[in-house]
């Protein structure tokens, strides 16, 4: 079973107060990427995969999508979805990825975001979300960068000049990291862009777009502390068809 790291009290309410938890996608750096990814949702049945407080569920919704059903292992994370919502065209369950099984043929996009770092059983899920998908229909996730996920130590590594770099150790050696984040204890699996991006070509899907997140100019000049992700890449978006 995932680890259910959103159920911890404290893990919970430090996450309630992260930005993008209290301004939703407006408030998440990298969502302009992804939504340039979104198909046309009118008509579409979407699933968003580890929907957190359903910001995406809604958005969804608001631009056209017949119905969503939000997933997510963290009753915390659903409770809070559900109160956020009061649309009847959305529904919201608790799910464990590692072991998710949808109707065949059932969906017109699937979305994640910020949820398979967590997934060990990735490729099953990868064969779970194609099998759900209609032919044609598009899978859209983001996920910490295996750069990301693999440094040696917390921080930056900063020389007698003054210039940083980001301490990588280990990035071919897949396995379980463990951070603390918000919390002690964070358990997210780390693997390479190629085993991932196989894993997608091995489940039947057809990759899109592959990007590796960067700031605009225009967001590091609203947010100068954005400069920091131009020294080593934070986000991996993918876009895949069925």
Known sequence: MTQNIYDTPAFFEGYSQLGRSVGGLASAAEWPALQALMPDLHGLRAVDLGCGFGWFSRWARENGAAE?????VSENMLARARS???DTAISYDQADLEMLDLPEASFG???SSLTLHY??????L???VHKALV????FIFSMEHPIFMAPSRPGWLIDADGRKSWPVDGYLVEGPRVTDWLAKGV???HRTIGTILNLLIAAGFTITHVEEWKPTKEQIEARPELAEELERPMFLLVSAQR
């Open 135 to 138: 032919p044609g229909a598009a």
């Open 84 to 86: 956020m919502t009061q």
């Open 187 to 189: 358990i997210k699996q």
């Open 109 to 111: 996009l699937a979305y």
């Open 126 to 128: 990868f064969k779970a």
């Open 68 to 72: 969503v059903l939000g997933l997510d």
């Open 119 to 124: 997934i060990d059983n990735l490729a099953g």
